[in-house]
């Protein structure tokens, strides 16, 4: 459960859909499994987008969970989206069911207005979603360093150090070196603010370096637990992208394939920010989200291929998609929903024959049972002596999605995705993979490397190397969606 809640804390949603999948699918606790279900639910009505596989989501709750205590989010989650639809009459049951079985409920308040709602509710009007637009200047919030004990800030021309309002504290500065004590933020020792958050623009002209690196924008620096920081680079989608594009894509590939890249970067980025606008961050600068690298790694032609797709994204139905990418499907992308369980639209199953025509697309590594069996139980999957693995069941594209592990005390059947990541992604580089072995060694031939869904980066190089636009290769990837310009 705690892998699931990190997922969902980092904005890895299919992830943590399917690592929710797999608490409901393996644990032993009635508890665990309803609060589980419940969260595949809340991630499909909050961040996916789709409403229907949530009412499913929150009617299983209901139905084999009842009496817990996640039931109670499940008939109000439902009677929301059910008002939201204009089927008011089942969202009146599900709001006064909420009342009779949990009447000191948390949200009793708001499911007494919603009755009184649905009992007069207002002409039913067929509701439109206006097609998303990028708002001129977008910024984007990236956490570039988190529990941080000590953090040095550098310009080449003096700074303000301002608090969360932006009002100035100190001025003049060209080096901070900044850390937690008794409680409060200090600078070279000396406490600069009673508050928690301190606010650093950088000089007209110039950048900051944080512990050396160079970054665009501005930086949020706040108090952690434990008497440490939390570094928020604050800038604009383009500038961020600048950062992201060439630690993502090698700068040296084709335009087209970097152009690809930005324009699948930035709507990751921004669909990422429209879900988080509760927190204080937007995307973290590592792979949980997509790797940014500050100023340091940029260079002029992805910073091109930045600008001449400036402002473009991909949507379906008008609205953001959540543009997922790897490096290499092997031949064959994979649907969303047999990587994660999670049922996306756009990110379906397509042949790919220009990953084939990469370089190193297939791949073979050769492992003890002795070390699977150490690695599983490290990861939290109890297993004694494992005597054979096989898979389970194979997808369309070729991929393992379940893997049977047979050991001492029975069976144990993971998805093929969390049997990789917990063996290792750079071992097992994809699902794609046969199985062979004796005396106590399996062998892993495969091809492909990453989860497969969406965007294959090799396929993009060779697509763009073969005269394919950058349009060819989203629309190729991404089933269904547009290239919205500015």
């Given amino acids: 459960m705690e892998e699931a809640d990190t997922y969902l804390r980092n904005g890895q949603y299919l992830e943590a859909v399917g690592s929710y999948q797999s608490v409901s699918d393996l644990s032993d606790e009635p508890d665990a499994r309803a609060r589980a279900i419940l969260r595949i639910g809340d991630i499909?009505?909050?961040?996916?987008?789709?409403?229907?596989?949530?009412?499913?989501?929150?009617?299983?709750?209901?139905?084999?969970?009842?009496n817990s205590e996640y039931a109670a989010n499940a008939y109000f989650n439902s009677g929301m989206i059910l008002y939201e639809r204009n089927r008011y009459k089942e969202a009146l049951s599900q709001f006064k069911t909420y009342l009779r079985k949990y009447p000191s409920g948390d949200r009793r308040d708001t499911a007494e207005f919603m009755v009184e709602t649905c009992s007069r509710p207002p002409p039913v009007t067929k509701k439109t979603v206006p097609a998303?637009?990028?708002?001129?200047?977008e910024e984007i919030r990236v956490l570039i360093m988190s529990g941080?004990?000590?953090?040095?800030?550098?310009?080449?021309?003096?700074?303000?150090?301002?608090?969360?309002?932006?009002?100035?504290?100190?001025?003049g500065v060209r080096s901070a070196t900044l850390d937690v004590a008794e409680g409060k933020i200090r600078m070279n020792g000396t406490p600069v603010s009673p508050q928690d958050v301190i606010v650093i623009a950088p000089p007209e002209g110039y950048m900051l370096s944080v512990?050396?690196?160079?970054?665009?924008?501005?930086?949020?620096?706040?108090?952690?637990?434990?008497n440490s920081l939390n570094v928020i680079n604050v800038l604009s989608i383009e500038a961020y992208l600048y950062g992201v594009v060439p630690k993502e894509m090698s700068p040296r590939w084709p335009d087209e394939a970097l152009k690809a890249q930005a324009v699948a970067a930035r709507t990751y980025g921004l669909y990422q920010k429209s879900k988080n606008r509760d927190k204080e961050y937007d995307v973290l600068a590592t792979t949980s989200s997509q790797v940014y690298g500050g100023a340091a790694g940029e260079t002029e032609r992805s910073n091109r291929a930045v600008e001449q797709t400036r402002g473009m994204?991909?949507?379906?139905?008008?609205?953001?998609?959540l543009s997922y990418f790897h490096a290499n499907s092997g031949g064959m992308t994979e649907d969303a929903e047999r990587v994660w369980t999670a049922e996306v639209p756009y990110l379906k199953s397509v042949h790919d024959e220009h990953s084939v025509k990469a370089p190193h697309h297939s791949w073979s590594v050769l492992l003890k049972l002795d070390e699977i069996t150490n690695t599983l139980n490290k990861k939290g999957i109890a297993v004694e002596s494992i005597q054979k693995l096989n898979p389970a069941s194979v997808s369309p594209s070729g991929r393992v999605s379940k893997m049977r592990i047979s050991h001492r005390r029975g069976d144990i059947i993971l998805s093929g995705n969390d049997f990789r990541m917990k063996i290792g992604p750079v071992l097992i580089k994809s699902t794609l993979f046969t199985i062979s072995g004796e005396g106590g060694k399996i062998r892993f031939e495969g091809k492909g490397y990453g989860h497969g869904v969406g965007m294959s980066q090799w396929g993009a190089y060779v697509m763009a190397k073969e005269g394919r636009t950058f349009e060819d290769i989203l629309k190729h990837y991404y089933q269904g969606v547009e290239v919205s310009t500015p």
Avoid: M
Wanted: no cysteine; charged share 25%; hydrophobic share 35%.
């Fill in 211 to 226: 512990n050396g690196t160079p970054y665009r924008g501005k930086l949020r620096i706040q108090k952690n637990a434990g």
């Fill in 148 to 171: 941080a004990r000590r953090v040095v800030v550098n310009a080449p021309s003096p700074f303000d150090i301002k608090d969360s309002e932006e009002k100035s504290h100190l001025a």
């Fill in 132 to 137: 998303y637009k990028v708002p001129v200047d």
């Fill in 44 to 66: 499909y009505s909050y961040f996916l987008n789709n409403y229907d596989r949530a009412l499913q989501k929150y009617t299983v709750v209901i139905k084999d969970y009842g």
């Fill in 313 to 321: 994204v991909l949507l379906y139905g008008g609205q953001l998609v």
